[in-house]
């Protein structure tokens, strides 16, 4: 993680995008298992104040244990947890929840899913959860009037 600190309005600017964010946070989960969005500053576009964000997964004992406990018991279905260096330095670990109607990870992620297997016929998500061909097989019964 870059040494650069993310201040608050760089922060705030990185959660404007919380779509890009929820996607990630999830598309991460569902490939590589619990973790955190890393968000740092584009080493190369400092003066830009541009945010990369990463997925990011620690091998056991790695993480300090506030965030290994923090990473354990967040829901990842509508809650993603964020790490970032702070202006006094510190690492912060923040975990960040949706209410039960607004834009959850899980949601936002089978919608841009939906919307990639529209706009392309030859793409197929990869490490698709069980539930996901559960809620298509759901949408095409529920098209098909010979299914009721």
Do not use: C
């Not at 995008?17 to 190369?44: I, K, M, N, Q």
């Amino acid at each position: 993680m870059s040494t650069d600190a993310l201040t608050p309005e760089l922060l705030r600017r990185a959660l404007d995008e919380w779509d890009a964010l929820a996607f990630l946070a999830y598309d991460g989960f569902t490939r590589s298992g619990r973790g955190v969005l890393a968000l740092e500053r584009v080493p190369e576009e400092v003066s830009s104040g541009r945010v990369r964000a990463s997925y990011v997964t620690f091998p056991e004992g790695k993480p300090h244990p506030e965030t290994a406990r923090v990473v354990s018991e967040y829901h990842p279905d509508d809650e993603f947890v964020l790490l970032y260096r702070e202006v006094a330095g510190g690492l912060r670990t923040q975990r960040l929840r949706t209410g039960p109607e607004s834009r959850a990870p899980k949601r936002v992620w089978f919608f841009e899913q939906l919307r990639r297997m529209n706009d392309d016929d030859d793409y197929v998500p990869e490490k698709t959860p069980p539930w996901f061909w559960d809620a298509l097989e759901r949408i095409a019964d529920a098209r098909d009037p010979k299914s009721r």
